[in-house]
Protein backbone atom coordinates (compact mmCIF):
# COMPACT_ATOMS: atom_id res chain seq x y z
CA UNK A 1 0.00 0.00 0.00
CA UNK A 2 1.55 3.25 -1.13
CA UNK A 3 1.86 5.71 1.96
CA UNK A 4 1.96 9.40 1.07
CA UNK A 5 2.90 12.93 3.24
CA UNK A 6 2.94 16.05 2.15
CA UNK A 7 4.75 18.81 4.03
CA UNK A 8 6.18 22.44 3.08
CA UNK A 9 3.00 24.18 3.62
CA UNK A 10 2.42 27.79 5.70
CA UNK A 11 1.76 31.60 6.13
CA UNK A 12 3.03 34.07 3.72
CA UNK A 13 1.97 36.95 2.35
CA UNK A 14 0.82 37.43 -1.06
CA UNK A 15 3.00 37.73 -3.87
CA UNK A 16 5.34 35.02 -1.92
CA UNK A 17 6.30 31.51 -2.72
CA UNK A 18 5.94 27.80 -0.93
CA UNK A 19 7.18 24.66 -1.95
CA UNK A 20 5.12 21.66 -1.46
CA UNK A 21 6.98 18.11 -1.12
CA UNK A 22 4.93 15.01 -1.76
CA UNK A 23 6.93 11.86 0.22
CA UNK A 24 5.66 8.34 -1.36
CA UNK A 25 6.91 5.07 0.17
CA UNK A 26 5.00 1.23 0.27
CA UNK A 27 5.37 0.98 -4.04
CA UNK A 28 7.01 1.45 -7.88
CA UNK A 29 6.06 5.08 -7.52
CA UNK A 30 7.66 5.81 -10.94
CA UNK A 31 4.13 3.27 -12.22
CA UNK A 32 1.45 6.41 -10.86
CA UNK A 33 0.65 9.49 -11.98
CA UNK A 34 1.13 12.53 -9.11
CA UNK A 35 -2.15 14.48 -8.60
CA UNK A 36 -2.02 17.71 -6.27
CA UNK A 37 -5.65 18.77 -5.23
CA UNK A 38 -6.43 21.31 -2.45
CA UNK A 39 -9.93 22.41 0.00
CA UNK A 40 -10.97 25.49 1.24
CA UNK A 41 -13.33 25.16 4.13
CA UNK A 42 -16.78 25.17 2.45
CA UNK A 43 -15.71 24.02 -1.10
CA UNK A 44 -14.95 20.58 -2.71
CA UNK A 45 -11.33 19.39 -3.19
CA UNK A 46 -10.21 20.35 -6.78
CA UNK A 47 -7.52 19.18 -8.59
CA UNK A 48 -4.27 22.22 -8.77
CA UNK A 49 -2.53 19.47 -10.58
CA UNK A 50 -0.86 16.45 -12.13
CA UNK A 51 2.34 14.91 -13.37
CA UNK A 52 3.19 11.34 -15.58
CA UNK A 53 5.53 8.87 -13.95
CA UNK A 54 8.39 10.69 -16.26
CA UNK A 55 7.72 13.83 -14.68
CA UNK A 56 5.82 15.15 -17.70
CA UNK A 57 2.88 17.51 -16.31
CA UNK A 58 -0.20 17.27 -17.89
CA UNK A 59 -2.39 19.59 -16.34
CA UNK A 60 -2.59 22.40 -14.38
CA UNK A 61 -6.08 24.05 -13.09
CA UNK A 62 -6.44 27.71 -15.16
CA UNK A 63 -6.39 29.46 -11.63
CA UNK A 64 -2.73 28.17 -11.20
CA UNK A 65 -0.99 28.06 -15.07
CA UNK A 66 2.44 30.42 -14.64
CA UNK A 67 2.47 30.26 -11.29
CA UNK A 68 2.62 27.18 -10.07
CA UNK A 69 5.24 24.05 -11.01
CA UNK A 70 4.81 20.32 -10.32
CA UNK A 71 7.65 18.02 -10.61
CA UNK A 72 8.84 14.34 -9.17
CA UNK A 73 12.14 12.75 -8.56
CA UNK A 74 11.65 9.23 -8.57
CA UNK A 75 15.14 8.31 -7.35
CA UNK A 76 13.82 10.21 -3.74
CA UNK A 77 10.54 9.04 -3.73
CA UNK A 78 9.40 12.95 -4.07
CA UNK A 79 6.81 14.56 -5.48
CA UNK A 80 6.95 18.51 -5.58
CA UNK A 81 4.97 21.63 -6.23
CA UNK A 82 6.86 25.02 -6.53
CA UNK A 83 3.98 27.60 -5.89
CA UNK A 84 5.08 31.16 -6.84
CA UNK A 85 3.05 34.78 -6.71
CA UNK A 86 0.39 33.06 -4.31
CA UNK A 87 -2.83 34.42 -3.99
CA UNK A 88 -5.44 34.55 -1.04
CA UNK A 89 -7.54 32.68 -2.72
CA UNK A 90 -4.75 29.68 -2.98
CA UNK A 91 -5.47 29.16 0.58
CA UNK A 92 -6.23 25.44 1.42
CA UNK A 93 -5.01 22.33 2.55
CA UNK A 94 -3.27 20.86 0.24
CA UNK A 95 -3.68 17.10 -1.07
CA UNK A 96 -1.11 14.83 -2.63
CA UNK A 97 -2.59 11.84 -4.15
CA UNK A 98 -0.75 8.54 -5.82
CA UNK A 99 -2.54 5.38 -6.49
CA UNK A 100 -5.44 6.22 -4.60
CA UNK A 101 -3.30 7.50 -1.41
CA UNK A 102 -3.83 10.30 0.38
CA UNK A 103 -1.74 12.31 2.49
CA UNK A 104 -2.94 13.82 5.75
CA UNK A 105 -2.60 17.46 3.98
CA UNK A 106 -0.57 20.55 4.35
CA UNK A 107 -1.92 24.24 5.03
CA UNK A 108 -1.46 27.05 2.74
CA UNK A 109 -2.50 30.30 4.18
CA UNK A 110 -1.61 33.08 1.87
CA UNK A 111 -2.77 36.29 3.55
CA UNK A 112 -3.66 40.13 1.84
Known amino acids: QVQVVESGGGLVQAGGSLRLSCAAS????????VGWFRQAPGKEREIVAR????????YYAESVKGRFTASRDNAKNTALLQMNSLKPEDTGVYYC?????WGQGTQVTVSS
Open 26 to 33: GGTLSLYS
Open 51 to 58: ITWNGRPT
Open 97 to 101: NVDQA
